[in-house]
């Protein structure tokens, strides 16, 4: 669906990206990550027809962004960290305008009461966007990304602005979203990417440091795999019935927590996930499992080993990712 290959761009004497590659297939809902000033914000321009390359290649759905524009930019939708939108216009007037713009086929009616439903702004679509809060703003920048019903959705910061249950709505329709569209999604607020997201795109100083899944970054990461666990119990007895749970290699009592219940450390056997059994040894035991947390790092910790790195070098080494001094010590 998405094709990048060699992908650099340099304003003046500055390269801000440099040898960019990535694949993106149809229906993928990916992670686009990267410290302020990391070439983010130029790759996702350069994506959407933005913004020129000074060399490389982008296939969107098999068109050349740059030979064939108008073809690739019909199957994207983008909605930038500030939407574009006309302030003096009503809500419903302003997507009719962009439905026109991007000369849309579908029955206009219907498309846009669809889309005006889908981002919960049908009751706003006869106010003037300049009335509405920041919130609703940002949802009919959502809105105008929709029309037209794009195979591509490439979001920058969908949910800037949103309170607490607007965030929640705007990640609920991503997923719904992301079985019938394929979605660049990139947030600052890392636990939206991490609940939404199965692989990750990390960008570093120009280049891409990272990509793939959260999971498999975590496990090469993480020295800790271990879990803890909080049981009401006899600490004894479930000392000896979580030790006995198949793909268990050690368990510790970490002492009596809350009343009547004890934490436990559980190290598993490399590779394996005893989430769901240490869950079902502890309720056929008759007994409560307050929580189970991972001790493995979270992809906000992932993501800042990664980036504060000393350089993209280093950051690649501990992923395992050959770098090309490497390869060249390797060819010579």
């Known amino acids: 669906m998405i094709s990048v290959t060699g992908l650099s761009k340099r304003y003046g004497t500055h390269l801000a990206v440099e040898n960019v590659n990535f694949e993106i297939q149809k229906g993928e809902v990916i992670g686009f990550l990267g410290p302020n000033g990391a070439g983010k914000s130029t790759i996702m321009n350069i994506l959407t027809g933005y913004l020129s390359m000074t060399q490389g290649k982008v296939l969107i759905d098999g068109f050349d962004i740059s030979e064939n524009p108008e073809d690739a930019k019909r199957r994207i939708g983008y909605l930038p960290e500030i939407p574009p939108l006309y302030i003096d216009m009503k809500v419903r007037e302003y997507l009719n305008f962009i439905y026109d713009l991007k000369k849309v086929k579908f029955p206009k009616k219907p498309h846009i009461d669809e889309i005006l439903k889908l981002v919960k702004i049908d009751n706003v679509q006869n106010r003037l966007i300049k009335n509405l809060s920041k919130g609703y703003r940002q949802r009919v920048g959502f809105a105008q990304a929709l029309v037209g019903n794009p195979d591509i959705l490439i979001l920058d910061e969908p949910t800037v602005g949103l309170d607490p249950k607007q965030i929640i709505e705007i990640r609920n329709l991503i997923s719904r979203l992301g079985k019938?569209?394929?979605?660049?999604?990139?947030?600052?607020?890392?636990?939206?990417?991490?609940?939404?997201?199965?692989?990750?795109?990390?960008?570093?100083?120009?280049?891409?440091?990272?990509?793939?899944?959260?999971?498999?970054?975590?496990?090469?990461?993480?020295?800790d795999h271990s879990l803890v666990a909080r049981i009401i119990c006899s600490e004894k007895e479930m000392l000896e019935a979580l030790s006995t749970v198949k793909g268990v290699k050690s368990v510790t009592s970490l002492g009596k927590n809350e009343e009547n219940s004890f934490d436990f450390l559980i190290e598993p056997e490399y590779g394996v996930d005893i989430r769901a059994a240490v869950f079902d040894r502890v309720v056929s035991r008759g007994k409560t499992l307050l929580s189970l947390t991972s001790n493995k790092l979270s992809l906000e910790q992932i993501f800042l080993r990664l980036t504060e790195t000393a350089n993209n070098e280093e950051a690649k080494e501990l992923l395992g990712i050959s770098t090309d001094a490497e390869t060249e010590e390797e060819e010579n």
């Open 180 to 223: 019938n569209h394929t979605i660049i999604l990139s947030s600052h607020i890392l636990s939206e990417i991490q609940a939404v997201c199965k692989r990750v795109i990390i960008i570093n100083r120009g280049e891409i440091i990272a990509d793939d899944m959260a999971e498999n970054l975590s496990n090469k990461l993480s020295t």
